[in-house]
C-alpha cells in the first residue's frame, strides 16, 4: 500500500491495460487487450497502484499526495514490450552475408561453409568483456527507445566454457546497470564449435557434464536452448541436454523446425518447455504436442522476413487452435539484425496475418510468461511493476500500420522515465 503517489500518468487516449486471466492468453483472449478510453496509471515505489479510466483511478488515489503528473496528451499507452528472444551480447557483424543470399546461398550452406554463427563465434571469442559489454550496451539502448522494457538475452556465440561464460556475465552486468530489465539464457547448443567438428555427441557431453553445471552454479541463466536443426543439434542431443538442463533446475526453451522439420516441437511437447521458437516448418502433431503441453509458441517474423522465406510461422493456425502466441525480434547480426520490437508489430500483421490486438498481447504479456516474468511485468494492473509506454499515436492499429519509424514518445521503467521524447534520459 502506498501513502503517496510517486506519478500519476493521465489523459492517456486509450491504455492497452491487457487486464485479464492469469496466464499465457491463447485462442480468442489474444484478442482481449482490456483496452480503456480516457485512462490514467497511478504509480508508487516503482509499482502500480491502479490503472484504468482517470476518474476511477483518481476516486482511488484521492486523499494521497501526488509528486509527479504526467499529461499522455490524449495519446495511446501500452504495457513495455518484451522481447523474449534475443541473442543480444555478441561481436562482429555479418553484412556481407547479404551479398551471398542475394545470390542464393541459403543460411544453412553459409553455415556450412564455416560462416554464419560461426564467424560471429570467432569474433565473440577474440573479443573482450569490456568490447561485448559497449556493444550490447548500444542495441540495448535501442531497443529500449524502441519501447522494450525485458530482454531475454542468450549465450551461445562462445561454445567453450571460457567464452559461454563471458558472454552470459555481460548480459548480468547489463541488468545490473542498464534500465532495461535481462532475463538469461544459456545456449552453449547453438551450434558445434570447429575444434569438435564430426564429434558433436562429444561437444554434448561437454555441455552436459561441464558447461550446465559451472553455469547453475555461477547462478548465471534462467533457461537452456537449444538449436534444434538440420547440421546441428539432433533431435536426439537435444531431449539430453534439454533433460539435462531442466533435471537441473534450469527453464527449457528450443529453437525448433525454423529450416527443417525435425520434430522440436514434438519435443518441447514432450518436455514442457516454457517455448519454442521459430517454428516455420512445424507440423500439426508437432503444434498439438505444443498444445498439450501448454508450450507457448514464440514466432519471429523479422527472421523469416530476411531469410526471404518464401513461409512464415502459422500465427493464425496457433491461435485458432488455442497456442499462446508471442513474438520476438531474434536480434542477431545473421538471421535478424534488428532491434525494432516495432518492425515485428508490422511483420506480425502482414506476414504472420495477426491483428494488431493480436500483436500487442503477443509482446506484452505473452512474451512475460515466455520467460517466466508473467507475473511481474506484461500487464497494467496494481501490483505489477510500473513499466509501460507513451507513443506518438492515438490508437493501436496506428504502430503497425505506420511502419519504418519509431512512434516511442516516453518510457517509464520501474516508474522512472528513462526515454523522453524519443531520448534516454537519465
Ligand atoms: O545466425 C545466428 O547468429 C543466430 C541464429 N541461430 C539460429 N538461427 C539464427
Ligand atoms: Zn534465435
Known sequence: ??????????????????????????????????????????????????????????????????????????????????????????????????????????????????????????????????????????????????????VEAKSGYGLNLENELKQL??????????????????????????????????????????????VKRQGLAEFCDVFCEQGEFTVQEARKILSAAKEMGFGIKIHADEIEPLGGAQLAGELGCISAEHLLAATDEGLDAMKRAGVIAVCLPATSFNLRANNHARARKMIEMGLPVALSTDYNPGSSPTESLQFVMTLGCLNLGMTPEEVITAMTINAAYAIGRGDVVGSLETGKQADLVIYNASNLAYLPYHFGINHVDTVIKKGKVVVSEGKLVG
Open 169 to 214: 556475465r555481460v548480459a548480468k552486468r547489463l541488468n545490473e546497470h542498464h534500465p532495461v530489465e535481462i532475463v538469461s539464457t544459456f545456449m552453449g547448443a547453438h551450434a558445434v564449435p570447429p575444434e569438435y567438428k564430426g564429434r558433436s555427441s562429444e561437444y554434448v557431453d561437454l555441455i552436459v557434464e561441464e558447461m550446465l553445471p559451472e
Open 1 to 150: 500500500q502506498a501513502n503517496q503517489i510517486d506519478l500519476l500518468v493521465y489523459h492517456i487516449g486509450q491504455l492497452v491495460t491487457m487486464q485479464g486471466k492469469k496466464g499465457p492468453r491463447k485462442g480468442h483472449e489474444m484478442s482481449e487487450i482490456s483496452m480503456v478510453e480516457n485512462g490514467a496509471v497511478a504509480i508508487a515505489n516503482g509499482r502500480i497502484i491502479a490503472a484504468g479510466e482517470e476518474k476511477d483511478v483518481r476516486r482511488k488515489i484521492s486523499g494521497l499526495s501526488v509528486r509527479e503528473e504526467l499529461n499522455a496528451q490524449g495519446r495511446l499507452v501500452t504495457p513495455g514490450l518484451i522481447d523474449p528472444h534475443t541473442h543480444l551480447v555478441h561481436a562482429g557483424s555479418r553484412e556481407h552475408e547479404l551479398e551471398l543470399k542475394l545470390k542464393g546461398v541459403s543460411y544453412l550452406e553459409i553455415l556450412a561453409m564455416g560462416g554464419g554463427i560461426l564467424s560471429t563465434v570467432r569474433a565473440t571469442r577474440n573479443a573482450t568483456e569490456d568490447e561485448l559489454y559497449e556493444k550490447a550496451r548500444k542495441s540495448l539502448d535501442l531497443m529500449l527507445l524502441f519501447g522494450a522494457t525485458t
